[in-house]
RNA sequence: GGAGAGGUUCCCGAGUGGCCAAAGGGAGCAGACUGUAAAUCUGUUGGCGAAGCCUUCGGAGGUUCGAACCCUCCCCUCUCCA
């Protein structure tokens, strides 16, 4: 096995038992996870036909009007091709949405082995994956982000994969933006994609489009910053009840992040957010996708984590955190903030020990992999798996391309 | 052996007679999420419940209408002196 190979995909293939070399549990960690109950997770089994991934969504106009009767804009293109309407609108030329073939969605807490399995099933299925993770679209970020090895991508060939550097503008309209030409591509030869990931977000869109709002604006931004040193962010919030009632209500005053993000849609086209929203309603299927999400219990997966955090300190997650310090991606850059990456730089800072910061990073990623269910288990489409039975999940995924093809 | 300080709800820590099931923080748990999403944010955290009731502040007694808070004894921890 490849060193970069992760122990993401260990337990699949091996025993529970068997233990990655040095996988002790460190007893300096603090917080440690306390589980007090036995969660067992949903097995929420086979979705009923309304909520069947692959059941067409029989009242869902392809490409709705809006309410003023007109075709949403995409771009110009008019709205001919379902393509995902976003900043750069690429019109996709199939018409997927409930003719097409369908895309397979794998996803599931960090750690339980998604990467591993999605191998597998691509091998099976002799098709190709497609990435489905914010963090690993990104070039230099490899062993904190998990990204599949050199031997899993000799396997099978993966997509959406260092498809950009980690001081360029990334985003959920982007990523569907390069998304959607691969599917395209290999439905195109008769091949299901694989899209493997753990970012909710990122699957929505691929799946449903997105919001045609406008991108981000550098420039109403700073200004939105300005005006939020000046008079907090409370005015601000504020400015939204006022301006767009409904994102008002429905963002927190606290929620920096959204309510920026809202006032800049409106003061960039003098269109609420919320307009915007309602007009998109994730109504459109743009790919119809078998969605499994892999589980295992709490303690298993709070046990992985704590493992492959010490396994990507032993290849050297330090030296790459260094590493892409020294070409001058600075600490400020998003992926730099992310998951680890925040906290090994602060550590290279001499803010915190490598132990601290260690210790901080599982307690983090254990907070993630919680949001991560949280996510998922708000959308019925996901059918929960143990990720342990593989048997069963390949069995389901059979049925449900056999279902498709007859 | 002597002197002093202290033992508070999962942890840290405030509380020094009623307004205390007990501030605040941490950790946990739950939730939200449409262009930063590995991000951002929210709620909740003794038990049972509708009010309310029950158990809780090292242990056992006591004072008081009433005690986490006052008194006595005991146990334990820490610091200093021998």
């Not at 036995?38 to 969504?57: I, K, Q």
């Not at 799946?207 to 409370?234: F, H, N, S, Y």
């Not at 680890?340 to 020990?353: D, F, M, P």
Request: aromatic share 6%.
């Amino acid at each position: 096995m490849g060193q970069t190979i992760l122990l993401e995909q260990a337990g699949l293939c091996t025993p529970p038992a068997l233990q990655p070399p040095g996988g002790l549990v460190p007893s300096f960690c603090c917080g440690a996870p306390r589980t007090r109950r036995n969660h067992s997770p949903a097995f929420p089994g086979v979705a009923d036909d309304t909520a069947s991934p692959l059941a067409p969504s029989k009242t869902v106009p392809r490409c709705a009007p809006d309410s003023q009767g007109r075709a949403h804009s995409c771009g110009g293109s008019g709205c001919k091709p379902a393509a995902p309407c976003s900043s750069t609108a690429v019109p996709h030329p199939s018409v997927p949405g409930e003719a097409g073939l369908p895309i397979v969605l794998l996803a599931g807490p960090t750690g339980v082995g998604k990467t591993a399995f999605a191998v597998r099933l691509a091998r099976l299925l002799e098709t190709e994956i497609i990435n489905a993770d914010s963090m690993q679209v990104y070039r230099f970020m490899d062993i904190g982000t998990a990204k599949p090895g050199a031997e899993e991508r000799s396997l099978v060939l993966h997509h959406l994969l260092d498809v950009v550097n980690p001081d360029e503008p990334f985003d959920a309209a982007r990523y569907l933006d390069l998304a959607a030409p691969v599917i395209e591509s290999l439905h195109g030869s008769g091949k299901i994609p694989v899209v493997v990931g753990g970012t909710g977000l990122y699957m929505k869109v691929l799946t449903r489009g997105i919001c045609p709002a406008v991108p981000g604006d550098p420039a109403i931004r700073e200004q939105l910053l300005c005006e939020e040193r000046e008079k907090g962010l409370a005015a601000l919030h504020a400015e939204l009840l006022a301006v767009d009632p409904p994102s008002g209500q429905r963002i927190h005053p606290n929620d920096r992040q959204r309510v920026l993000r809202a006032l800049e849609v409106f003061r960039h086209t003098g269109e609420t957010l919320s307009g915007s929203q309602d007009r998109h309603r994730f109504a459109r299927t743009l790919f119809r996708a078998v969605k499994i999400f892999l589980v295992r219990s709490r303690e298993d997966v709070y046990q992985r984590i704590e493992r492959r955090v010490d396994a990507m300190i032993a290849q050297g997650f330090v030296k790459e955190v260094a590493g892409l310090l020294e070409m001058g991606y600075g600490p400020n850059l998003r992926p730099m903030l992310s998951l680890g990456y925040k906290q090994i730089a602060a550590h290279l800072r001499g803010e915190t020990s490598l132990d601290e910061a260690v210790c901080r990073i599982k307690r983090e990623t254990r907070r993630y992999a919680k949001r991560q269910m949280t996510w998922f288990r708000a959308d019925p489409e996901f059918q929960w798996f143990d990720a342990a039975d593989e048997e069963s999940i390949l069995a389901r995924i059979r049925e449900e391309l056999a279902k498709h093809k007859g």
